[in-house]
């Protein structure tokens, strides 16, 4: 009989989950949470790095990129000599407004880039609400944003700032004259300045009406000496505007009957005619002159500036005020004639802004920083008088005189009537 073996059904067991098991699944949980945010932000850091660079074009020119990658405090520095060189109403940052909302994914940074170069206090107003450290404010931290994005991110992000293809630069701010030493030229309070040229050098007769005090030059201006204001050579020049030695010359003095004042023109010692200008409630605070015309400029009770063009023997008109007074409190302002071009220096804080006409008022060129003391700091703006304007030897000087009789001034020059400017020593010497 055959033996017949008998079969067992096999039956399978489940297998044991083993802790091991558990532990993959944690640690693959966990390099997800931690390596898709990781990778995320070294993907947006690609795009942002490349939104600060033309962020930086368009704010600060074609060095804008560079400087805000590796020098950010002169970045900001050149966004301010673009602001200080705009005019006032100038929406120098409007351009900027989609790069800097998308930076900072917020639309109010926008709408500060949208703000008039007036509204921002390093431009000079009093009052103004803004600054650009409000712009720079909520701009993203690209180092954090890197250091977030490791080990996806091998590259530095200072290698990633680099502008798109497409950016558009802003024009490169030119700066200003870097100022040079000039001791002695003592102007400050004196409303008349008589000039002349002689081979014995460049004389000054300054005064202010009652009393008269005079310097020489034996290098063009460089250096000034006092000398006596009672020598024969500068006789008929106390109290008067004259240029260079001129024959025809110029006195102010109150009206007679209290209605404003008068402007005397004069040939030699002759007074040759007398013409009225400004009201009761005005003062002169500069005089200048050339052989042709003397400018004057009013001050009412109120602040209200005045500008007065009096050619030889005419009766003296209104001339427009340039749009750079427009609502500005200066801390002081000068004017001066030189070849029939009228120049005037408004002193402003930290800023010398100079505007000209060569028509008499009818057009103004555009105004240029003639001192910033911020950018160029030679003493603390805070010991230096606002600034005067001489024209003398075919050299237009403006000057800030120090408060101290011990310390020099400061000055830059013009050979271009105001247009541009340049450390006055290397001027003069060429």
């Not at 949980?29 to 033309?54: C, E, M, Q």
């Not at 006092?226 to 003095?253: I, K, M, V, Y």
């Not at 001050?299 to 609502?327: E, F, H, I, Y």
Request: include cysteine; charge should be positive.
């Amino acid at each position: 009989m055959a033996l017949v073996a008998a079969v067992r059904p096999v039956v399978l067991t489940p297998r044991r989950f083993r802790l091991r098991h558990l532990l993959v699944i944690a640690v693959s949980a966990l390099a997800i949470r931690w390596g898709v945010p990781r990778a995320r932000a070294a993907w947006k850091i690609h795009d942002t790095a490349t939104l600060f660079a033309d962020y930086g074009l368009c704010m600060a020119g074609p060095t804008g990129a560079t400087l805000l990658r590796d020098q950010p405090a002169e970045f900001w520095k050149t966004v301010r000599r673009r602001l200080v060189a705009a005019g006032a109403d100038d929406k120098l940052f409007a351009k900027c407004t989609q790069l800097a909302e998308q930076l900072s994914g917020a639309a109010r940074v926008g709408e500060l880039h949208q703000a008039r170069a007036g509204e921002f206090a390093e431009w000079g107003f009093a009052g103004a609400s803004l600054q650009l450290v409000d712009l720079a404010r909520d701009l993203p931290d690209l180092t954090s944003l890197s250091d977030g994005a490791w080990p996806f991110l091998r590259k530095g992000v200072v290698e990633l700032i680099k502008p798109s293809l497409g950016a558009k630069a802003a024009i490169h701010p030119v700066g200003s004259a870097r100022p040079g030493r000039l001791a002695g030229l003592n102007l400050h309070g004196s409303l008349f300045r008589a000039r002349r040229v002689t081979d014995k050098g460049w004389f000054v007769v300054a005064s202010d009406g009652q009393s008269a005090r005079a310097v020489r030059s034996r290098d063009k201006g460089r250096n000034w000496t006092p000398t006596s204001a009672w020598q024969t050579a500068l006789q008929g020049t106390h109290n008067r505007c004259l240029a260079d030695g001129g024959e025809r010359s110029f006195g102010l003095e109150p009206h007679r009957n209290g209605q404003g004042m008068s402007l005397n023109y004069y040939d030699q010692d002759t007074r040759t005619g007398q013409s009225s200008l400004g009201d009761a409630n005005s003062r002169a605070v500069s005089l200048g002159c050339d052989e042709s015309a003397a400018v004057v400029v009013t001050q009412s009770d109120k602040g209200q500036l005045g500008l007065w063009l009096c050619a030889n023997d005419s009766t003296c008109r209104a001339m427009p005020v340039p749009p750079l007074l427009a609502g500005l409190k200066p801390d002081g302002i000068d004017a001066a004639r030189l070849q029939g071009a009228t120049v005037i220096a408004v002193t402003q804080g930290p800023l010398v802004r100079v505007v000209s006409t060569r028509d008499d008022g009818r057009v103004y060129m555009p105004f240029t920083v003639a001192l910033d003391h911020l950018e160029n700091l030679i003493l603390p703006r805070e010991t230096l008088r606002p600034a005067q304007l001489l024209a003398i030897g075919g050299t237009l000087i403006l000057y800030q005189e120090s408060q101290s009789a011990t310390t020099s001034g400061v000055a830059v020059s013009s050979s271009d009537l105001g247009a541009s400017w340049r450390t006055f020593a290397d001027s003069a010497s060429k």
